[in-house]
């Protein structure tokens, strides 16, 4: 199903099935990411600094508040296209704090406290509210997670699953659809559960592992590979997969030479249309692959055992609903045994 067909259709009954929730009440307060963030009346528009703020506000039928965006790893949803193509876009990838301002939003809605934060590339939490400008930050970027290591940070407990659903329902909350936020929640939990199952149901050989490949700031360096507490990470744990990453760091840099001592059973590589490096390529990545003398000779490639994901999918997002599903759906079609 559709992330269009869920927002609109599916949403829409299972909103209608649940108990009336009631209005926000307003000034809404919230504790977000260490702060306290405290929302006066509806916001009337919103600038969102990451793909994943962005598409969650449009999963709860929000397109409208949406001022300008920024922060993409791939295009958009399809469903949310048209949507999106009237929508102004910041940057492909760092906004300025002018640029911000500029749209003179009532909310600023960010994906990773390393954008908005204590070290904040695009500003610091306080700039904003200093106008007056209250700042929402992702719960899944800090539950669990500590940003003072790092741009990325280093998880101190597994991500999972709930801290998307808390940002659905707090942002539905801010905008006053709790009811949306109730049934989009109810629905990606349903297809959550089902993945799980269908992966349980395969009966996997202990110690089948697997390994993420983001992408590599050059091809012939350590890639950047999942570490053991981000969205890649609850992926494998919940379709019972090892990873072979040891690292807590979210996204650390491990040599060719020791994942192939490691010997993933499979390899999830991820596709995007940005290209900071040559190794975005996902053409690149599968030549790669199989044609460096080291990685070549993991079982994974020698027997085909690829899994493409979309990038955006390996962040904390919305999106892992449906790259926990492609991935369940490839390992029902793999030989592991």
């Known amino acids: 199903m559709s992330l269009r067909s869920l927002s609109i259709a599916s949403v829409g009954a299972i909103a209608f099935a649940l108990p009336a929730l009631a209005e926000?009440?307003?000034?809404?307060?919230?504790?977000?990411?260490?702060?306290q963030t405290t929302i006066n009346a509806e916001p009337r528009g919103t600038v969102t600094v990451g793909q994943a703020a962005t598409e969650i506000l449009y999963s709860l039928g929000l397109g409208d508040k949406v001022l300008g965006t920024s922060l993409w790893f791939t295009d958009v949803l399809p469903e949310f296209a048209e949507m999106n193509s009237g929508v102004a876009?910041?940057?492909d990838n760092d906004p300025s704090f002018?640029?911000?301002?500029?749209?003179?939003?009532?909310?600023?809605?960010?994906?990773y406290e390393g954008h908005i934060g204590?070290?904040?590339?695009?500003?610091?939490?306080?700039?904003?509210?200093?106008?007056?400008?209250?700042?929402?930050?992702?719960?899944?970027?800090?539950?669990?997670?500590?940003?003072?290591?790092?741009?990325?940070?280093?998880?101190?407990?597994?991500?999972?699953?709930?801290?998307?659903?808390?940002?659905i329902t707090e942002l539905a909350r801010i905008f006053n659809v709790s009811e949306r936020g109730e049934a989009l929640v109810s629905e990606l939990k349903a297809r959550e559960a089902a993945a799980i199952d269908k992966a349980a149901g395969l009966d996997l050989p202990e110690g089948t592992s697997a390994v993420f490949w983001f992408s590599s700031a050059e091809m012939d360096i350590d890639p950047y590979v999942a570490g053991q507490g981000g969205a890649p990470a609850y992926m494998?744990?919940?379709?019972?997969?090892?990873?072979?990453?040891?690292?807590?760091?979210?996204?650390?840099?491990?040599?060719?030479?020791?994942?192939?001592?490691?010997n993933p059973s499979v390899i999830v590589a991820a596709r995007m249309d940005r290209r900071r490096y040559f190794a975005d390529d996902i053409e690149q990545k599968l030549k790669f692959l199989k044609t460096d003398p080291v990685a070549s000779q993991?079982?994974?490639?020698?027997?085909?055992?690829?899994?493409?994901?979309?990038?955006?999918g390996m962040d904390p997002s919305i999106r892992n609903v449906a790259a926990l599903e492609a991935l369940a759906d490839a390992l029902a079609g793999f030989d592991l045994k």
């Open 24 to 35: 926000t009440t307003y000034p809404l307060r919230l504790a977000n990411c260490g702060a």
């Open 89 to 91: 876009r910041l940057a």
């Open 98 to 111: 002018e640029s911000i301002l500029a749209k003179r939003p009532d909310l600023v809605t960010a994906q």
């Open 118 to 167: 204590p070290q904040g590339i695009v500003a610091t939490r306080e700039q904003f509210t200093d106008l007056e400008i209250p700042v929402y930050t992702l719960p899944a970027d800090c539950i669990g997670k500590d940003n003072s290591t790092g741009v990325d940070g280093t998880r101190l407990d597994l991500y999972k699953m709930d801290s998307i659903y808390q940002s």
């Open 236 to 262: 494998m744990n919940a379709l019972g997969l090892d990873n072979v990453i040891e690292s807590n760091e979210e996204w650390p840099t491990v040599s060719w030479e020791s994942i192939a001592r490691a």
């Open 298 to 312: 993991m079982d994974a490639v020698r027997n085909n055992r690829i899994v493409i994901l979309d990038a955006h």
